[in-house]
């Protein structure tokens, strides 16, 4: 395993914000926020739809298609940010007087990833489709476009993943990302895309009288936004400033119990109170259990569960997703052995592990190899690749084609990296796709050496040897009186933090007083700052069992978070430990 070093982030002044504590300006500030704007959370903050490219034929088509009351198909993904921008399409779409408008996700292991011309042909088969909506999906299936455009149904792409060389032909495309669009928050999600394109409908419908002229009630579409708090933490994209108050607004109504039965449901399954959830939640709570879904069996069972309005069906749904991911959790770790088993074979010192990893096994899960490649770039520090087959082969052959899933470092765009392969050896990767944390692939099996040549070459190449050296940025040292609970309710509320604004992590060093093992994998501690005479309790989860626990050890550096434990209706500090070295 990659040893983390220590690095504080660069010292920046804290302003002098009237409306914000001094430790919340100094940690916003060290986050890249420069004025107390970018704080704001209510929604007449949020950046304008006009600025997104392809909104206006967009709504063109939206609005002639509830005019005319066509068949409405929305074909989403097999993931929690697909799911969440299905049902919100679905909702809103009906909310707003589409009396024809239904679903389609494409199982993974049947007609793969995007608006493929599977897929098209199974809608056309069983749901007649007038328009086809794309949500978290669409800007790279040209096949798909054109096959529905040769059968006489119009498309509209929604998306936020980067478009390749050329954009589909569709009927119009509303995606941040494509050339031209001066839409400055480019990092907004699936379910954010679909979410500003629907409003900006309602606000036209408004305009030219469609509720009144009906007697529809204009429909809230901040109701929908505890979907987009969802999808976005789980999708894992940066929380820009806009992207934070869609999140902050949904975590909001997911406290107040303002939200969707089927995520109550999912928090009820997972033993947790929706009132006190923090953005981390959605990420590890929820989104797993609704991911499970699309991993192993199909995403509508995730979708249905966000979709019903009966708590009841809610909850019997959230069971089964509840299970599915209990399944998923076993698999992922057999593979995760079976990854490490074979890493381990090669022998490789801490100097010898290459630029990239590519890994392979004929009988690993397709729906899980996401996960396992994220958990062995956490263990090495590496961008990794995991392959399994596109589909199960016959006893005794080899898969014709493999699917693989990609995950990377900070500075390591991988899908810039998949590109730059894909260019210098035409025909080694059939297809790919994805941001720069995370892609996906496919490529023939007999390909697999070749390209595993050609990537870990690409990187030793082209990424600097530092980037491989895995590192733990922390906020510096909390005063003796910073350790209280209204100060960890002060970092809890200054969120929402996720991916690209971390939650504070401090460092310090402490008197160890006494340390407890837990389940055998955790660690319960009890502290001491050197200069207070406050007992603080610790807790490190999943610790090194060869390091810890350590009698001999009287005094800890560590790296933690400033937490709150609820026990029995109290709220009592707590440190929770990210690295701790014995001094």
Known sequence: ???????????????????????????????????????????????????????????????????????????GDFDADGATSTVLAL???????????????????????GLTPGIVAEAL?????????????????????????????????????????????????VNPNQPGCGFPSKHLAGVGVVFYVLSALRTRLRVGGWF????????????????????????????DANNRLLVSQGLARIRAGRCRPGITALFRVAERDPGRLVASDLGFVVAPRLNAAGRLDDMSEGILCLLTDSPEQALRMARELDALNQERRDIESG???????????????????????????????????????????????????????????????????????????????????????????????????GHAMAAGLSLPAANLPAFREAFTRMLAEQVAPE?????????????????????????RDGGPWGQAFPEPLFEGEFLLLEQRLLKDKHLKLSLCHPDSNRVLDGIAFNIDRERWPNPACRRVRLAYRLDLNHFRGMETLQLRIEDMIAV
């Open 1 to 75: 395993m990659t040893a983390r070093a220590w690095r504080r982030r660069d010292a920046v002044a804290a302003p002098a914000w009237p409306a914000v504590p001094p430790l919340l300006a100094r940690l916003y500030a060290t986050r890249g926020v420069r004025s107390p704007d970018e704080l704001a959370s209510t929604l007449a903050a949020l950046q304008p739809a006009a600025a997104l490219h392809g909104l206006e034929p967009a709504l063109a088509l939206l609005e002639r298609a509830l005019r005319e009351q066509w068949r409405i198909l929305v074909i």
């Open 91 to 113: 909702l809103a779409l009906r909310a707003l007087g589409a009396a024809h408008a239904d679903f389609l996700v494409p199982n993974r292991f049947t007609y793969g990833y």
């Open 125 to 173: 088969a069983s749901k007649r489709p007038d328009l086809i909506i794309t949500v978290d999906n669409g800007i790279a299936s040209h096949e798909g476009v054109q096959a529905a455009q040769a059968a006489g149904v119009r498309v509209l792409v929604t998306d936020h993943h980067l478009p390749g060389d050329s954009l589909p032909p569709a009927d119009a495309i």
């Open 212 to 239: 009144a002229g009906r007697g529809l009630p204009e429909p809230n579409m901040a109701d929908y936004l505890d979907l987009v708090a969802l999808g976005t933490v789980a999708d894992v994209v940066p929380l």
């Open 335 to 433: 593979m995760q052995q079976e990854a490490l088993a074979a890493l381990q074979a090669l022998r490789l010192g801490d100097d010898q592990v290459p630029a990239g990893l590519v890994l392979y096994d004929r009988h690993w899960h397709q729906g899980v190899i996401g996960i396992l490649a994220g958990r062995i770039k956490e263990r090495f520090h590496r961008p990794v690749i995991a392959f399994a087959p596109a589909q199960a082969p016959a006893y005794g052959e080899e898969p014709a084609e493999l699917k693989g899933s990609a995950r990377s470092i900070p500075g390591v765009h991988v899908r810039d990296v998949l590109d730059t392969v894909a260019t210098r050896h035409p025909g080694l990767i059939t297809r790919f796709g």
């Open 467 to 491: 980037l491989f050296q895995a590192e733990l940025l922390t906020d510096g040292e909390l005063q003796p009186a910073d350790f209280t609970e209204a100060t960890a309710r002060q970092l």
